[in-house]
């Protein structure tokens, strides 16, 4: 929300003055916002063209789409900002209501030409070492060849705001005249065409097909051969594995340091990761389910019945009681035992405030931290400065009680639901309840039922691993099948379904075995299953859909990050959150564009200091 400004009237009253506007700033409000701030920076270079490289892009788009679209409000020397006013004595609807981001000056823009300033020197580095290094001919001929081929398919099929012009903001088109070196200031199509090439890496034999969507969801043929069929040569010094018909990267040491290599590979292509053995990393003490409940067990939380939905607030230590006891554990009307969920608790800023110990335990202990980490270079959301109010990303703590114990094993501990953000989530403790085993018949009879791969079969038999949670895990491209699938299966079960209702939103599913199979053969969408071990972390980019259903009672700890590779997938997904026709309106926690933004003004910032420090070493 914009902030409303405030003045004294000549009597001395306080009274209100308009709003701020981007015009009214000082040079230390402006600091914040400017990439000239030349401090000590952690970010190398490599790092930061990477980043630059795949999310450059589309900040130039975002930001020209915003800036035409003032255009067509902009009306001479008219006000641009027409700020709702207050009516004493009315409240606002909230429905009406915009959050509005003020950025100071003109750093909007000049934050995309830095960025351009860059690119043209590495091009004109590059150019420079072509030059010397006399590259075959061919390297240039295939080059050519797609951007020719690109140019006549394509170019006359493009059109305004087209998700087909492979455009992921879809910027408007101005009919203005393009100023700045090479036009790059205003978005053409020529410069969508090469930006397609760059990013989708369109082999010269194959028939160009510019398409966000495969952008993001799909993966190019020629890098998931090189990814399944290849990598035992290029990635000889990492233990991994495939698993769900070579849909999941399983990293089996998680110690080895050269699995971040593999790691980006597979995960450009949007593809889950598992990583074993965590908890060996971790104070297993902190972790159990007696020691919670001895540190926090006077605490009150809301307590999900995962059978009814319905949630209570209640002591956190009953439900830590019944947490590997049966016979201590709530009964329902119909006197069956309830399977609760202690949901998110405690989460984000109050994890750290509330578990410092474990909170550190936790940050030592994650997987690729360099994406994982709350301030890992590539989670972009770690480039926000320390002015703003911060996303909620986690860490979160969600415990709870497993099927096992119960008559009904169609019940979902999480139900199915898509990720806004990446995520990582990592069993950090697997309480057996009494009487039940480690693993029962009724367990292992699930299992057998279970689409299982092959190594996680072996890895059932291992009486060093122990099983916690089964998860489903879908692919984003599958989501509007599902979400329709489900749709009808609603409408066979007499429920009513309204238009605009998202089944996948309101996580108000968990799909059986049969209507997985039935998912399967209507609609050809196949699921991923994996069973999470004790230790193991499982990590999942924006856009993927998944459900668990904990076997044994489970203590899980998540964490969201925003990775360059998935930021489009997150923008998309925050904005259909707002677009939606429901009476609920759906914020942008996550905060994608200030996240864009200032992901952006650091890499420039990083660039800028490293061009300083080669200057230095010239002139010396």
Not at 313 to 326: I, L, M, R, S
Not at 357 to 363: G, T
Request: proline share 4%.
């Amino acid at each position: 929300m914009s902030q409303t400004e405030l003045s004294f009237s000549k009597n001395g009253v306080v009274r209100i003055d308009g709003f701020s506007s981007p015009d009214q700033y000082d040079d230390e409000a402006l600091s914040l916002w400017t990439h000239e701030n030349y401090e000590d920076d952690e970010l190398d270079l490599e790092t930061s063209k990477y980043i630059l490289d795949i999310i450059g892009d589309k900040f130039c788009q975002l930001v020209t789409s915003e800036k035409t679209a003032m255009s067509w409000v902009k009306k001479d020397d008219k006000e641009l900002y027409a700020w709702m006013k207050c009516v004493k004595g009315q409240p606002h609807d909230h429905k009406h209501l915009m959050p509005t981001q003020i950025i100071p000056g003109s750093e909007n823009k000049e934050c995309p030409s830095g960025k351009h300033s860059k690119e043209d020197k590495d091009q004109d580095n590059l150019e420079s070492q072509n030059c010397k290094s006399s590259p075959p001919a061919s390297q240039n001929n295939e080059q050519g060849s797609t951007l020719r081929d690109l140019l006549t398919t394509t170019a006359g099929k493009l059109r305004l705001g087209s998700t087909d012009a492979g455009i992921a903001f879809a910027p408007v088109y101005s009919t203005g005249t393009a100023s700045g070196k090479s036009g790059r200031t205003m978005p053409n199509i020529l410069d969508d065409i090469i930006a397609s090439v760059v990013e989708n890496k369109i082999p010269p034999n194959r028939a160009p097909k510019i398409n966000v969507k495969s952008e993001i969801k799909d993966e190019p043929k020629d890098d998931k051969k090189c990814i399944q069929d290849d990598c035992s040569k290029l990635y000889s010094d990492i233990q991994y594995s495939w698993i769900c018909d070579k849909h999941v990267l399983w990293l089996r040491d998680h110690k080895n340091n050269n699995n971040g290599k593999l790691f980006k590979e597979c995960w450009r292509q949007g593809r889950p990761v598992l990583v074993s053995g965590m908890h060996k990393k971790m104070n297993f003490s902190l972790w159990k389910a007696e020691s919670i409940s001895l540190d926090f067990g006077n605490q009150q939380a809301d307590i999900l019945n995962c059978k009814d939905s319905i949630i209570s607030n209640t002591n956190v230590k009953e439900f830590w009681d019944g947490f590997e006891d049966v016979s201590k554990r709530q009964k329902i009307k119909n006197g069956e035992t309830a399977l609760l969920k202690l949901k998110d608790w405690p989460s984000g800023e109050d994890f750290k405030a509330m578990m410092p110990a474990r909170y550190e335990d936790l940050l030592k202990s994650l997987p690729l931290p360099e994406y994982c980490s709350p301030e890992g270079k590539l989670n972009l959301a770690s480039h926000l400065p320390g002015f703003f109010v911060r996303p909620d990303l986690g860490p979160r703590l969600c415990s709870a009680y497993g099927v096992a114990a119960t008559k009904d094993h169609d019940i979902g501990t999480t139900n199915l639901h898509i990720e806004v953000s990446d995520v990582v989530n990592i069993l950090v403790y697997v309480g057996i309840a009494k009487g039940n085993g480690v693993l029962s018949k009724s367990v292992l009879k699930k299992f057998e039922e279970e689409d299982l791969d092959d190594l996680l079969r072996k890895r059932l038999k291992d009486s060093s691993e122990l099983p916690g949670a089964l998860w489903h895990i879908y692919a984003g491209k599958d989501a509007d099948k599902i979400r329709e699938f489900l749709q009808k299966i609603a409408k066979e079960q007499g429920l009513e379904v309204l238009p605009e209702h998202d089944p996948i939103r309101d996580q108000s599913w968990y799909v059986n075995k049969k209507l997985r199979q039935r998912l399967l053969e209507e609609y050809g969408v196949k699921t991923c299953t994996v069973i999470q071990f004790l230790g193991d972390a499982i990590i999942l980019p924006a856009g993927a859909l998944h459900q668990v259903q904990n076997f044994h009672s489970c203590v899980q700890v998540t964490e969201d990050f925003v990775s360059p590779e998935h930021l489009v997938q997150s923008f998309h997904l925050t904005q259909e959150l707002r677009l939606s026709k429901e009476e609920i309106n759906y914020d942008d926690k996550l905060q994608v564009k200030n996240i864009l933004y200032h992901a952006v003004k650091e890499m420039v910032r990083a660039l800028k200091i490293h061009e300083g420090e080669m200057e230095d070493m010239d002139e010396n």
